[in-house]
């Protein structure tokens, strides 16, 4: 017992200390911030703050976001996806309501062990449910600005703290008032009669909300630095941003008879109209003149003020990261926190004409980024570098596994003085009536192409583009001509244009994203598949050693796939922990902790095992040298073969050996070493084949198996299809191994299967396959598939018809194996157990009979089936159509599965047809965005006759969705689901003396995040 607790003592130290020797992350947005700032080269910009930590950190010179707006451009560095793929190109799409299962930036690093908060505007909040802020993101509740603690007053309109301001605000008021509007109608007068667009009073810091915003920053370092685990808190404040406020003291820091108006303010020559707008964001403050001229140009002195303002906000922003980074340097944590300094993108201040972002010039795409780590030195580049690759790149300084599904590209190298691939970077700007325009950036030049219906992610038409651009920053920064029909600029064009169109091409599709919900999977729990589990069924319906399924089992599966393998199944096989690229990697070297562990693990679970591949293509690099001689090539099998047969024989828990692997190529001949040492080979054909022309590494193998392990059962295993040429061969090899007086205990074929060439849907294949069992039971010989998985290379969704192929797949190789158990032993070992994510490379492929949240696929309950029925055998050649298994025909409720279209449903609010993976059943399903939202539908009925109305609910959150029978006069009936997976809810009632009711199902005051309705059916009660 004392052993146990010191392991156990241990394990917790290891985990404390490995979970203190994380780096903590300090995470800082600018809203609206560009590069006025010292370490970026503006002589006017008081930053000293943002300047010194430029100095002791990385420097990205040209970092661009992917759209210059709030909230598309946070949705896509939070996702790590771009806007086409989010689809949040507007201030009103939630990420949630697009993407449900999205993993955002802040969520994945809480599934990871730190503590997530955030203090002020990260997410934009327009893209967020208001009540958590995207909660499943925080391990702390997000409290909004206006809700943080103070002793100030509050800012009028939460913008304005000047006497002056305070004093328009109330006789405006009082007005709107005499008007007798109150509440919302009184709120939106106010916005309309009293917004100035600058404002500066002689208060402390914590008037504005971004001194608020700092204080509860310091106030949660405050409280992280007394916790052991590592943090990332996301700091967002909300200036530079319209309005320009701030202090008087960061005005005075400027005198405005300096300030330098923007030197080209008018469209550059040959531009085309779509590149610009009329600063509608401007034009809404409540001092700036209606007769702004077509060019956006203001009055000087106006300009001056709001540049001023800009630049004030600005120092005003760089004091609050003063106070933070101060805080942060008086916990002593400076040294243990990576700090990322970002504006979300950049601004226009009179250039062009323009005024704000919402453009794809550079004034309004560049931002600053500024990333600190203590174990780097301070650096800068000039490479073109995006908002995305800011995930990647903390997911590796923090040593977390990338998900593949990020767009970005680490920086990381950068940071270490390496350089990486990345030669521009791309952002877009959507068309006011539809269409989008890119723009990609490279360390030069701005190339830019306009369309007028089109998104990346679909096939693009050049015929769309009604405009393009080319800027030149060398000779022209300030973008005063378009150069795209520049003859002297004719290469450089055709190059950006083909640099451009390939990146287009290559979003195409992207906006697919595998979806986790799998609608026909969504009442699975992981790792709690429904139905007897397979090591039961075994036991139970076959005769002990005649029949064995199994799955692989990988060292890196973690407890709860473990628990699942164990629970499942009686027998198994470590995926490589046995070959010698791991345990022999190197001479000298010798590692048998992999294989180790695992048999331990199935020894403890009383599970059986076979060693897979000792001698096999996977040899170790050093082995594969071309100069090697086949004696030393020969040398290297023997000690291997004779460690590994003398360290397992005589453990109760090996059972079987493959000798070897993969021996034989499809055409029949055999399978030997390639050019080079960076392929899939064998090297050790290379010892050469003996008088007979049998590998000689094959006869020795089973020589070294036979003497030293007399207790495992040997197989020869081999890979291919059935294809006749190579089974024959193998069938002569084994024929000769046995006259030669070695023992052969069975052969096992590798069974990776994927739509063009699946043998379990070809009928002289799978008859090939029976025959070639009967061969090997008829010579004494068990037969096994050791690998068997049907995989969907690199497909965007996992469908139901999908997995309904592979399903029958699956079931047709089992079915086969057990026509043949009453004539010999057979095997069935899926290879794998879940679609990732153990090291990412099966992800995408979803080739297994579990997901990637370990929940069960069709596929495992095909194998269910078969197991549970025996003798029922009889194969499937034609995978069932995927249909809609809602009954709508007998339905009084008209579309009741919401198939294609809403109507005849009258809809309200934020609601609409989602197709993207959340229905229940069918096609599509409907979705209800944001509360106080919903949709409707009057239905003829009998009087006094009894009806039941039932529907599938599901809903994110644990925020209500309901459904509601509504009848004149009558209390309303009500029934309501917070499952986040679909759960079937229903109504009784009488119809009395109604001739009609409403049927509906809506949120109402019940939380902003999404829920989804579907298949909807009304019947009469007999």
């Given amino acids: 017992m004392k052993k146990y607790s010191f392991l156990l003592l241990s394990l917790i130290l290891t985990l404390s200390l490995s979970a203190q020797n994380k780096k903590n992350i300090l995470f800082i947005a600018v809203d609206d911030l560009k590069p006025t700032i010292g370490a970026y080269g503006d002589v006017v910009a008081k930053t000293p703050n943002i300047d010194k930590l430029a100095s002791k950190g990385f420097v990205f010179k040209n970092a661009y976001t992917q759209q210059a707006v709030c909230g598309p451009s946070r949705a896509s560095m939070l996702t790590g996806w771009r806007p086409d793929r989010t689809k949040v190109w507007d201030l009103k799409t939630y990420i949630r309501s697009k993407n449900p299962n999205v993993v955002t930036l802040p969520q994945y690093f809480k599934q990871n062990g730190y503590i997530t908060c955030a203090t002020g505007k990260i997410f934009d909040p327009r893209s967020v449910d208001k009540r958590t802020y995207d909660g499943r993101s925080w391990t702390i509740p997000y409290k909004p600005p206006y809700k943080l603690p103070h002793t100030s007053p509050y800012p009028v309109l939460g913008e304005y703290q000047s006497k002056q301001a305070k004093a328009e605000y109330n006789f405006a008021k009082k007005l709107g008032e005499l008007k007798g509007l109150k509440g919302k109608q009184l709120e939106k007068y106010l916005r309309k009669n009293f917004r100035p667009s600058t404002d500066k009073a002689d208060v402390p810091d914590d008037y504005y909300f971004d001194g608020w915003i700092a204080n509860d920053a310091i106030k949660k370092i405050d409280r992280f630095a007394k916790s052991n685990k590592p943090f990332l808190l996301m700091v967002g404040f909300k200036k530079p941003h319209l309005p320009f406020t701030a202090p008087k003291k960061y005005w005075d820091l400027y005198d405005e008879k300096d300030i330098k108006l923007a030197k080209f303010q008018r469209h550059a020559k040959g531009s085309p109209d779509v590149a610009y707008h009329n600063n509608p964001e401007l034009r809404s403050y409540t001092d700036i003149p209606k007769t702004i001229d077509e060019y956006g140009e203001l009055d000087p002195e106006k300009q001056k003020e709001l540049i001023h303002g800009y630049y004030a906000a600005t120092s005003y922003i760089d004091a609050q990261i003063g106070k933070v980074i101060n805080e942060l340097e008086k916990q002593n944590l400076l040294d243990k926190t990576i700090i990322v300094l970002w504006g979300d993108h950049g601004f226009h201040l009179g250039d062009h004409g323009l005024w704000t972002k919402h453009t794809n010039f550079e004034q309004a795409t560049h931002l600053p980024l500024i990333i600190i780590d203590p174990s780097k030195k301070p650096g800068e580049t000039s490479i073109p570098v995006e908002s995305l690759d800011i995930y990647p790149t903390l997911c590796d300084l923090a040593g977390l596994e990338k998900d593949t599904l990020l767009q970005g590209q680490s920086l990381v190298p950068l940071l270490e003085g390496k350089d990486i691939d990345k030669k521009y970077a791309v952002s877009q700007w959507p068309r006011p009536k539809g269409g989008m325009g890119y723009s990609i950036r490279t360390d030069r030049y701005r190339y830019t192409e306009w369309y007028e219906d089109y998104v990346s992610t679909k096939p693009r038409k050049d015929k769309n583009i009604i405009g393009r651009e080319l800027y030149d920053y060398q000779a022209d920064p300030l973008e005063t001509k378009n150069l795209v029909k ?89 995926e490589n922990a046995a070959k010698q690229s791991y345990v022999h990697p190197e001479p000298g070297i010798w590692r048998w902790d992999r294989i180790d562990n695992l048999v331990r693990f199935a020894k403890n679970h009383n599970m059986v095992m076979r060693l897979h591949g000792p001698v096999s293509p996977q040899a170790s690099k050093w082995a594969l040298e071309d100069n090697r001689t086949p004696e030393e090539l020969e040398q ?132 090939y396959l029976e025959d070639l069992i009967d061969w090997a039971h008829s010579n004494g010989l068990e037969f096994h598939v050791t690998e068997i998985d049907y995989t969907f290379k690199n497909s965007d969704a996992f469908t139901k018809k999908m997995a309904e192929e592979q399903a029958v797949t699956y079931a047709n190789i089992l079915k086969v194996l057990l026509k043949k158990r009453n004539t010999g032993v057979v095997g069935f070992n899926t290879w794998g157990l879940y679609d990732g994510p153990v090291d990412n490379k099966h992800r995408g492929n979803y080739r297994f009979i579990f997901d990637e949240k370990l929940r069960a696929k069709p596929a495992y309950y095909a194998i269910q089936k078969v197991l549970e029925n025996p003798d029922d055998l009889e194969l499937t050649f034609e995978i069932p159509e995927s249909v809609n298994e809602f009954d709508d025909k007998n339905n009084l409720i008209k579309n009741g599965g919401f198939e294609g279209q809403i109507k005849p449903w009258l809809n309200y609010g934020e609601t609409e047809l989602d197709f993207g993976g959340n229905q229940h059943s069918g096609e599509s399903c409907l979705m209800i965005a944001a509360d106080k939202s919903g949709a409707n539908q009057f239905v003829n009925v009998k009087k006094n006759t009894d009806y039941e109305v039932s529907a599938w609910l599901k809903s994110y959150g644990g925020e209500k969705v309901k459904l509601v029978v509504l009848m004149e006069g009558e209390k309303n009936k009500v029934v309501t689901s917070s499952d986040d997976n679909y759960k079937k809810v229903s109504i009784k009632f009488n119809s009395g003396n109604h001739k009609t009711v409403k049927i509906a199902v809506n949120k109402w005051l019940n939380g902003d995040n999404p829920a989804w309705i579907d298949d909807v059916y009304m019947k009469e009660v007999k």
């Fill in 486 to 574: 520049n003859k002297k600029y004719k290469e450089v064009a055709a190059e950006l244009e083909k640099k451009l169109h390939d990146f287009l091409d290559s979003q195409v599709g992207t906006d697919l994203v595998p979806d986790a919900s799998l609608t026909f999977m969504a009442n699975e729990v992981p790792g709690k598949p429904k139905g007897t589990p397979l090591r039961e069924l075994v036991a139970k319906n076959f005769k002990p050693g005649t029949v064995y399924v199994g799955a692989t089992v990988s060292y890196r599966y973690d407890k709860k796939a473990l628990d699942l393998l164990a629970e499942q199944f009686s027998y198994t096989t470590p």
């Fill in 636 to 767: 290297v099998m023997e000690e291997y073969m004779t460690r590994q047969c003398k360290r397992f024989n005589g453990n109760p828990t090996i059972k079987w050996m493959d000798v070897v692997n993969e021996t034989v190529n499809a055409d029949g001949t055999w399978f030997g070493p390639k050019p080079g040492t960076d392929q899939w080979e064998n090297p050790w054909l290379k010892i050469g084949l003996n008088e007979d022309s049998i590998p000689i590494y094959i006869v020795k193998a089973f020589e070294i198996a036979n003497k030293y392990a007399p207790d495992i059962k040997l197989i020869y295993n081999q890979h291919v299809r059935m294809e006749p040429a190579a089974w024959e061969k193998v069938k002569k090899t084994v024929l000769y191994l046995k006259k030669k007086g070695l023992r052969v205990d069975g052969i096992g074929w590798q069974a990776h299967l994927r739509p063009d060439v699946n043998v379990a849907l070809n009928k002289k294949d799978l008859k």
